[in-house]
């Protein structure tokens, strides 16, 4: 710390699972908005985070709440002895490829993430992904900004393209990958960014504090946490334990499985990617005429588009309305990550066929729960968002809307016609 540095933790523990929920406001046409106007931005998360906290004092959790430099964190922790645990265990889905990367992958003293840590944290994964579906649900009535599930671009008004994101992609990664803030470490990303921000931005803000808000207004911890000398002062007496809601979270599992998001995720896992040597005679053979352009485009130029959520989410929905198993729009996309396109280090400590996974799973849970209505599934929006790569490439996307909609409403989700859309509502 005395030499400016950013301090952070493993979310690995060994005697505890880490949960932990990220809200921030995210620009992707002026990225320091959150820093150069951060009263307004942390009043348009007001309904999401009081969304969360709503439903955290209905399960009986009460997490530490952390205030960063364009959001919020709730952490709490599971005791590896404890009955949730145990459950949250018996939820797990590991991927071979998964597990072998985390055999490989020691930490500092060269122990490895334990079996049942690494299983657990696959079913903390699925929970939270319902609470987040249960926090968009109720914030989204309430907030200016669209809530998305991460960091995913929306149509822009005269501020840009902005989102409130509720960001839950650590699930998605290994579990010895992933960090969360400490309180009170300074906070540097503006600095890390500054040649998106530009330098004349970056040196006239001033520093900014990792701190825990605990009942203080969020106005009042976004003044404190600008000056050094009150932030030492909140440190001699505020608490930031980690709170153990073992007990808590039997709440939330329970609510979970009894869940239509439960429901699809077996559904879901119904299903495997095709082996890597099958590939060749079937994720390659996929027939690009029948995708929309520019999700045909996204497909054929992997790097970087498939490492942008929001293309991600661009292909699942088009393969969806081409009746897709969602499992193996996950293999599809896994057979991108694996294949060499130029990634580099890229996939170094991350496993392909679990992001793939995640994603997929994610985006097509959305959808089938009714919590993705595809209001944004459309040329206008997606040109908007960035994602009309060139003239009219998005110009048959309401056919697909209208066709996933139609699957949905007649539940022939993932069944033939396959690769062809459906007929006209009228005629079903």
Known sequence: MNHGAELNRSL??????????????????????????????????????????????GFRLSPLHLLTGRGHHFVWKIS???????KLKALG??????H?????????????????????????????????HRVKAEAAKHCQLPVEMGAIEAGGEERGREVIALDITEYGDPLCSRVIRVPFSIYLKPWQQRGELGDETVSHLPPMFVIPLDEMEVNEGIRIRRHAKEVQRLAAGASTTIPDASRAMNLLIKAYLGSPLARFHEWFYTQEHDADALWPETYDLTPMDALPACARHILEHPNDLLLRPSCVR??????????????????????KYERDHGWGDQWQGYDPATRADFYARVFAGEFVTGLDGLVDFNGTSAGEEGLCFFADSTADLDRFRDSLLNRRKYERLASRPFNGLFLPDEHL
């Open 12 to 57: 690995w523990d060994h005697e505890a699972l880490i949960a932990h929920l990220d809200i921030e406001y995210v620009n992707f046409d002026r990225p320091a908005h959150p820093y150069l106007a951060a009263e307004q931005v942390f009043e348009w998360q007001r309904p999401v985070v009081s969304a969360l906290k709503g439903l955290c004092r």
């Open 80 to 86: 590896t002895a404890s009955p949730a645990f145990a």
């Open 93 to 98: 889905r590991i991927s071979a490829s998964l």
């Open 100 to 132: 072998r990367l985390y055999a490989g992958t020691p930490g500092p003293a060269g122990e490895i993430v334990a079996p049942e840590i690494r299983t657990a944290f696959s079913g903390l994964g699925l929970v939270m992904e319902f609470l987040a």
């Open 314 to 335: 661009m292909v699942v929905r088009s393969m969806l309305a081409l009746g897709w198993h969602p499992r193996h729009i996950a293999g599809l996309l896994r057979s």
